[in-house]
């Protein structure tokens, strides 16, 4: 995991509000500027938890440093924490929250990647997809993110197709099979839709674009509604 308070594609200075000063952010395992954890494989990871351990361990260190800075102690005044989360990272987020390790005030979700709407071949490799995982697993035979639709902007898109950092490369068997079982896990975990959990007791805010195409518009508001308990 590496910290940079520079994001290159995503997030730019003129799009924050003038009252916002500092910002941390964070590459996951093997994706952008982060150390690999496989020599030479970018976008690779053994397990999806090591995601959600470097995520709470961010969130540990961001708290250290601010607090300190802002003189800011647990016990008393403790300010309220909002996690977010854009596609990948939405499923990354909801299992943050789920591991307990903080304590948060609300969940920001967009264009969620929570569920996959299954394809004829992505139907074939989930069926065959832990003996991929163990018998291929750097393979790269997952269909991944169709580029011509990251976004409408031309400008934007061509800015992120060089972009030293952004992986067009097709997903590996590893990181597929890892990715659907964080996926399945959501849909059986009784804390989804227990109204007591740590989760459901959250405001959730969901935002989608009504033309996204790579995401589900159909699957994700579901998960939401059942989370929110309507």
Request: hydrophobic residues 45%.
């Amino acid at each position: 995991m590496v910290t940079r308070k520079i994001v290159k594609s995503a997030l730019r200075a003129h799009h924050m509000p003038s009252y916002l000063r500092h910002v941390e952010a964070y590459d996951m395992l093997s994706h952008g500027m982060s150390d690999l954890d496989f020599h030479g494989l970018r976008a690779h990871s053994a397990k999806f938890q090591y995601f959600i351990d470097d995520t709470n361990e961010f969130i540990t260190m961001a708290k250290m440093q601010l607090y300190e800075q802002l003189e800011i102690t647990y016990s008393t005044d403790e300010p309220k924490l909002i996690i977010s989360g854009m596609s990948y990272g939405t499923l990354v987020s909801l299992h943050t929250i789920l591991s307990g390790k903080h304590d948060f005030s609300g969940v920001v979700l967009v264009a969620p990647a929570l569920l996959a709407e299954m394809t004829i071949m992505l139907k074939v490799q989930a069926f065959f997809a832990w003996s991929l995982s163990k018998l291929i697993p750097k393979a790269r035979i997952v269909p991944g993110v169709n580029r011509d639709y990251v976004c409408r902007d031309q400008d934007y898109l061509d800015d992120f197709m060089v972009d030293p950092v952004t992986i067009l490369k097709p997903i590996i068997a590893r990181m597929g099979a890892e990715t659907l079982k964080a996926m399945r896990a959501l849909e059986v975990d009784e804390r989804v839709e227990d109204q007591g959990s740590a989760l459901c007791k959250l405001p959730v805010l969901m935002m989608m674009g009504s033309n996204d195409k790579l995401t589900s518009l159909t699957l994700c508001p579901g998960v939401l509604r059942t989370t929110c308990g309507e």
